[in-house]
Protein backbone atom coordinates (compact mmCIF):
# COMPACT_ATOMS: atom_id res chain seq x y z
CA UNK A 1 0.00 0.00 0.00
CA UNK A 2 1.52 3.44 -0.90
CA UNK A 3 1.62 5.30 2.22
CA UNK A 4 4.17 8.27 4.24
CA UNK A 5 4.48 6.77 7.32
CA UNK A 6 5.04 8.64 10.59
CA UNK A 7 6.84 7.08 14.09
CA UNK A 8 6.20 8.45 16.47
CA UNK A 9 3.14 8.71 16.44
CA UNK A 10 2.62 10.69 20.18
CA UNK A 11 5.76 11.54 22.11
CA UNK A 12 5.77 13.58 25.20
CA UNK A 13 8.94 14.46 26.32
CA UNK A 14 10.76 17.24 28.28
CA UNK A 15 12.38 20.49 27.40
CA UNK A 16 16.24 19.95 26.14
CA UNK A 17 15.77 16.36 25.28
CA UNK A 18 17.06 15.46 21.30
CA UNK A 19 14.39 13.94 19.25
CA UNK A 20 13.66 12.95 15.61
CA UNK A 21 10.70 12.04 14.30
CA UNK A 22 10.66 9.65 11.08
CA UNK A 23 8.87 9.64 7.92
CA UNK A 24 9.58 7.54 5.34
CA UNK A 25 7.54 7.07 2.23
CA UNK A 26 7.17 4.20 -0.41
CA UNK A 27 6.20 5.19 -3.49
CA UNK A 28 9.70 6.74 -4.56
CA UNK A 29 8.67 10.51 -4.45
CA UNK A 30 11.41 13.19 -5.29
CA UNK A 31 10.09 15.86 -2.80
CA UNK A 32 9.10 15.50 0.84
CA UNK A 33 8.22 18.34 3.55
CA UNK A 34 7.24 18.98 6.83
CA UNK A 35 4.40 20.58 7.98
CA UNK A 36 3.32 21.66 11.91
CA UNK A 37 -0.44 21.89 12.70
CA UNK A 38 -1.43 24.58 15.77
CA UNK A 39 -4.82 25.52 16.43
CA UNK A 40 -6.03 28.92 14.32
CA UNK A 41 -2.90 28.86 12.58
CA UNK A 42 -3.34 25.92 10.00
CA UNK A 43 -0.70 24.22 8.87
CA UNK A 44 2.84 26.00 7.98
CA UNK A 45 6.04 24.27 6.50
CA UNK A 46 8.91 23.87 8.06
CA UNK A 47 11.68 22.04 5.59
CA UNK A 48 11.32 20.56 1.94
CA UNK A 49 13.57 18.87 0.50
CA UNK A 50 13.48 18.11 -3.40
CA UNK A 51 15.74 15.37 -3.84
CA UNK A 52 18.34 13.57 -1.74
CA UNK A 53 20.52 16.01 -0.73
CA UNK A 54 18.19 18.76 -1.78
CA UNK A 55 16.77 20.36 1.27
CA UNK A 56 15.42 24.28 2.01
CA UNK A 57 13.54 26.23 4.98
CA UNK A 58 9.98 26.53 4.63
CA UNK A 59 8.26 29.36 6.76
CA UNK A 60 8.98 28.25 10.50
CA UNK A 61 12.75 26.43 10.56
CA UNK A 62 13.96 27.88 13.90
CA UNK A 63 14.40 24.81 16.07
CA UNK A 64 14.09 21.75 13.81
CA UNK A 65 16.77 20.55 11.44
CA UNK A 66 16.27 17.94 8.76
CA UNK A 67 18.24 15.49 6.46
CA UNK A 68 17.67 13.71 3.41
CA UNK A 69 20.47 11.02 2.98
CA UNK A 70 17.92 8.40 1.51
CA UNK A 71 14.97 9.16 -1.05
CA UNK A 72 12.33 7.46 0.96
CA UNK A 73 13.29 9.03 4.88
CA UNK A 74 13.53 12.62 5.60
CA UNK A 75 13.36 12.74 9.55
CA UNK A 76 12.58 15.46 11.42
CA UNK A 77 15.06 16.26 14.33
CA UNK A 78 14.81 18.60 17.49
CA UNK A 79 17.96 19.47 18.66
CA UNK A 80 16.43 20.84 21.79
CA UNK A 81 12.73 20.91 21.85
CA UNK A 82 11.13 23.61 23.70
CA UNK A 83 7.43 23.84 25.08
CA UNK A 84 6.60 26.19 22.13
CA UNK A 85 7.66 22.85 19.67
CA UNK A 86 4.61 21.26 21.38
CA UNK A 87 2.23 20.53 17.80
CA UNK A 88 1.03 18.01 15.73
CA UNK A 89 3.59 17.39 13.27
CA UNK A 90 2.69 15.90 9.60
CA UNK A 91 5.09 14.68 6.38
CA UNK A 92 4.00 14.83 3.13
CA UNK A 93 5.68 13.64 0.09
CA UNK A 94 4.91 14.65 -3.53
CA UNK A 95 6.30 12.93 -6.92
CA UNK A 96 8.44 15.97 -7.72
CA UNK A 97 8.18 19.32 -7.02
CA UNK A 98 5.67 20.58 -9.31
CA UNK A 99 3.12 17.55 -7.82
CA UNK A 100 3.18 20.50 -4.65
CA UNK A 101 1.37 23.07 -6.50
CA UNK A 102 -0.95 20.57 -8.68
CA UNK A 103 -2.61 18.44 -5.98
CA UNK A 104 -0.49 15.64 -5.92
CA UNK A 105 0.85 15.98 -2.25
CA UNK A 106 0.52 12.88 0.19
CA UNK A 107 0.61 13.38 3.77
CA UNK A 108 1.43 10.82 6.85
CA UNK A 109 -1.37 10.80 9.57
CA UNK A 110 0.53 13.16 11.62
CA UNK A 111 2.83 12.59 15.16
CA UNK A 112 1.55 14.84 17.91
CA UNK A 113 4.56 16.27 20.16
CA UNK A 114 4.16 17.85 23.56
CA UNK A 115 7.30 19.03 25.13
CA UNK A 116 7.04 19.73 29.36
CA UNK B 1 2.31 36.28 -2.11
CA UNK B 2 -1.00 34.67 -2.53
CA UNK B 3 -2.95 33.68 0.48
CA UNK B 4 -6.55 32.70 1.08
CA UNK B 5 -8.66 33.23 3.85
CA UNK B 6 -11.19 30.58 5.58
CA UNK B 7 -13.95 32.45 7.28
CA UNK B 8 -15.23 30.66 10.43
CA UNK B 9 -13.32 28.46 12.56
CA UNK B 10 -16.49 26.47 13.17
CA UNK B 11 -19.32 25.31 11.49
CA UNK B 12 -22.13 23.49 12.91
CA UNK B 13 -24.80 22.03 10.70
CA UNK B 14 -27.37 19.41 11.07
CA UNK B 15 -27.40 16.20 9.67
CA UNK B 16 -29.11 16.58 6.09
CA UNK B 17 -28.51 20.35 5.91
CA UNK B 18 -26.67 22.32 3.58
CA UNK B 19 -22.96 22.59 4.03
CA UNK B 20 -21.35 25.53 2.78
CA UNK B 21 -17.80 26.59 3.93
CA UNK B 22 -16.08 29.92 2.82
CA UNK B 23 -12.85 30.33 1.46
CA UNK B 24 -11.36 33.52 -0.45
CA UNK B 25 -8.29 33.89 -2.17
CA UNK B 26 -6.09 36.91 -2.34
CA UNK B 27 -4.82 39.17 -5.58
CA UNK B 28 -4.21 37.54 -8.90
CA UNK B 29 -6.01 34.05 -9.70
CA UNK B 30 -4.33 31.18 -9.27
CA UNK B 31 -3.40 28.43 -11.03
CA UNK B 32 -4.66 25.68 -8.95
CA UNK B 33 -6.93 26.10 -5.84
CA UNK B 34 -7.66 22.98 -3.41
CA UNK B 35 -9.77 22.03 -0.31
CA UNK B 36 -8.23 19.38 2.30
CA UNK B 37 -9.86 17.32 4.50
CA UNK B 38 -8.77 16.10 7.98
CA UNK B 39 -10.69 13.41 9.78
CA UNK B 40 -10.26 12.79 13.49
CA UNK B 41 -6.40 11.14 13.95
CA UNK B 42 -5.79 11.13 10.33
CA UNK B 43 -3.68 13.22 7.97
CA UNK B 44 -4.46 15.65 5.05
CA UNK B 45 -6.60 14.06 2.31
CA UNK B 46 -7.13 16.09 -1.23
CA UNK B 47 -11.22 16.65 -1.29
CA UNK B 48 -10.84 18.47 -4.84
CA UNK B 49 -8.97 20.90 -6.85
CA UNK B 50 -9.42 23.84 -9.47
CA UNK B 51 -7.47 23.91 -12.17
CA UNK B 52 -8.58 26.62 -14.57
CA UNK B 53 -10.29 23.74 -16.88
CA UNK B 54 -14.14 24.57 -14.91
CA UNK B 55 -15.28 26.61 -12.50
CA UNK B 56 -17.24 24.02 -11.12
CA UNK B 57 -15.24 21.58 -9.32
CA UNK B 58 -16.87 18.20 -8.11
CA UNK B 59 -14.75 16.24 -5.06
CA UNK B 60 -14.74 12.96 -3.77
CA UNK B 61 -18.02 12.31 -0.95
CA UNK B 62 -20.02 14.64 -2.42
CA UNK B 63 -18.33 18.21 -2.15
CA UNK B 64 -18.47 20.52 -4.84
CA UNK B 65 -16.52 24.10 -5.18
CA UNK B 66 -17.18 26.92 -7.33
CA UNK B 67 -14.46 28.94 -8.44
CA UNK B 68 -15.83 32.80 -8.49
CA UNK B 69 -13.81 35.25 -10.22
CA UNK B 70 -15.66 38.00 -9.47
CA UNK B 71 -15.81 37.70 -5.66
CA UNK B 72 -12.08 35.91 -5.59
CA UNK B 73 -14.02 32.95 -3.94
CA UNK B 74 -14.00 28.81 -3.74
CA UNK B 75 -16.55 28.18 -1.53
CA UNK B 76 -16.95 24.61 -0.56
CA UNK B 77 -20.97 22.88 -0.15
CA UNK B 78 -22.41 19.68 -0.59
CA UNK B 79 -26.30 19.49 -0.72
CA UNK B 80 -26.81 16.87 2.57
CA UNK B 81 -24.41 16.98 5.30
CA UNK B 82 -23.66 13.28 6.75
CA UNK B 83 -22.29 12.38 10.27
CA UNK B 84 -19.16 11.13 8.53
CA UNK B 85 -18.62 14.63 7.19
CA UNK B 86 -17.76 15.71 10.62
CA UNK B 87 -14.07 17.08 9.78
CA UNK B 88 -11.69 20.32 9.50
CA UNK B 89 -11.40 21.38 6.30
CA UNK B 90 -8.52 23.40 4.63
CA UNK B 91 -8.46 25.71 1.64
CA UNK B 92 -4.67 25.75 0.16
CA UNK B 93 -3.56 27.93 -2.74
CA UNK B 94 0.25 27.28 -4.16
CA UNK B 95 2.00 30.47 -4.42
CA UNK B 96 3.74 31.45 -7.47
CA UNK B 97 7.48 30.40 -7.67
CA UNK B 98 6.92 28.16 -4.36
CA UNK B 99 7.60 24.41 -3.57
CA UNK B 100 4.81 24.76 -0.69
CA UNK B 101 1.13 24.96 -0.43
CA UNK B 102 -0.05 28.19 1.57
CA UNK B 103 -3.14 27.06 3.80
CA UNK B 104 -6.21 28.53 5.67
CA UNK B 105 -6.61 28.42 8.78
CA UNK B 106 -9.24 25.31 8.66
CA UNK B 107 -12.67 25.35 9.17
CA UNK B 108 -14.16 22.95 11.64
CA UNK B 109 -17.28 21.09 10.95
CA UNK B 110 -19.63 19.52 13.00
CA UNK B 111 -22.44 17.34 11.92
CA UNK B 112 -25.32 17.20 14.84
CA UNK B 113 -27.24 14.57 14.65
Known amino acids: EAQVTQNPRYLITVTGKKLTVTCSQNMNHEYMSWYRQDPGLGLRQIYY???????DKGDVPEGYKVSRKEKRNFPLILESPSPNQTSLYFCASSPRPSGVGTGELFFGEGSRLTVL | AQSVTQLGSHVSVSEGALVLLRCNYS??????LFWYVQYPNQGLQLLLKYTSAATLVKGINGFEAEFKKSETSFHLTKPSAHMSDAAEYFC???????????FGKGTKLSVIP
Open chain 1, 49 to 55: SMNVEVT
Open chain 2, 92 to 102: AVPPWGSYQLT
Open chain 2, 27 to 32: SSVPPY
